[in-house]
């Protein structure tokens, strides 16, 4: 018969739940300290602050009476509302051109990717030194190469809008395209096989495969392409800068013109909360569906 070895190990108090205790409580209460510190200053008050300067209801009065306020609004819906859309389905039909195993494809995706590597305000400037005036690098080329005499973008309301929209999809469009491509590359290449095998190729394949695996996905980075999109301050601010005559404005730009040019930093705030009744919506229907959903590929 073997005998029993007894091991004797450090004994250490134990709370019911397993937690720690004693001088091992002490010291994740030391290292979690700071963090809290960290969220509440930079999270907590902030948010709490703005909702309190935001909160007065005469605010909101105010915001229904202006003009500006009520196409301000018209015009972040149809930024979102256009920009989104169109970048996605343009996504979604860019990355099955890149899924390939060519080698010249997959440069290309290198060189595609680049408007999402660069800095935005640079390339947004790029964008107004582009299209700003009669003489911007634009209407120039057309003059030189055709001879044709190009519209002064910023003075209408339509090529203004069209402008900020286009900038937008231009930069962000990459990312998109690389995260479809992503879904894309996690479809068991079996499904495809199989599908050839029966004779579904093409559009057939497309629709009974590629977009129901990928439809979860296509859902969850259109709510959240939405809600960066709405907090969007960049595009129209550096693009059109709200031209001709403040009439391209969204919230974000707005919110900042009321905040700092007319030092009213409450009807800023106001501006940008009055977006929350769309925004919280989107942002619980998110995480519902990627909490309880899920992507299922």
């Known amino acids: 018969m073997g005998r029993s070895v007894t091991i004797n190990r450090p004994w250490r108090p134990v709370w019911p739940g397993g937690g720690p205790r004693g001088s091992e409580f002490l010291w994740a209460i030391a290292f979690l300290v700071p963090y809290l510190g960290v969220f509440f200053a930079f999270v907590a008050y902030p948010v709490g602050f703005g909702l309190w300067m935001g909160g007065k209801p005469e605010l909101y009065a105010e915001l229904l009476d202006d003009q500006l306020y009520l196409r301000t609004l018209v015009n972040t819906l149809l930024f979102v509302g256009i920009g989104v859309n169109l970048k996605l389905f343009l996504a979604f039909l860019l990355s099955g051109y890149f899924d390939s195993q060519s080698r010249w494809i997959k440069a290309l995706l290198l060189l595609f990717m680049l408007p999402w590597a660069l800095p935005a305000i640079p390339a947004f400037l790029a964008w107004h030194w582009m299209l700003v005036g009669k003489w911007g690098f634009l209407n120039s ?19 203004a809008l069209g402008a900020n929209i286009l900038a937008y999809i231009w930069k962000w469009l990459p990312f998109w395209t690389l995260i479809f491509l992503a879904g894309r590359m996690a479809i068991p290449r079996e499904l495809y096989e199989a599908a050839d095998v029966d004779g579904a190729t093409g559009v057939r394949r497309f629709a009974h495969i590629t977009f129901p695996l990928l439809s979860s996905l296509y859902l969850i980075s ?18 059109s800068g709200g031209a001709p005559a403040l009439t391209t ?5 707005l919110g900042m013109h009321d905040a700092f040019d007319a030092g009213n930093p409450a009807l800023g705030v106001a501006v940008m909360m009055s977006a929350l009744p769309l925004l919280i919506p ?6 519902r569906k990627v909490y309880l959903g899920g992507v299922q590929l």
Request: charged letters at 10%; proline letters at 2%; zero cysteines.
């Open 222 to 239: 259109t709510l959240l392409a939405t809600v960066w999109m709405i907090g969007d301050f960049t595009t129209v601010y550096f693009v």
């Open 282 to 287: 989107l942002v619980i229907l998110l995480m």
């Open 141 to 159: 080329l057309l003059d030189q190469l055709f001879d044709i005499e190009g519209p002064i973008w910023f003075n209408e309301y339509w090529l």
């Open 249 to 253: 404005e969204v919230l974000a730009t």
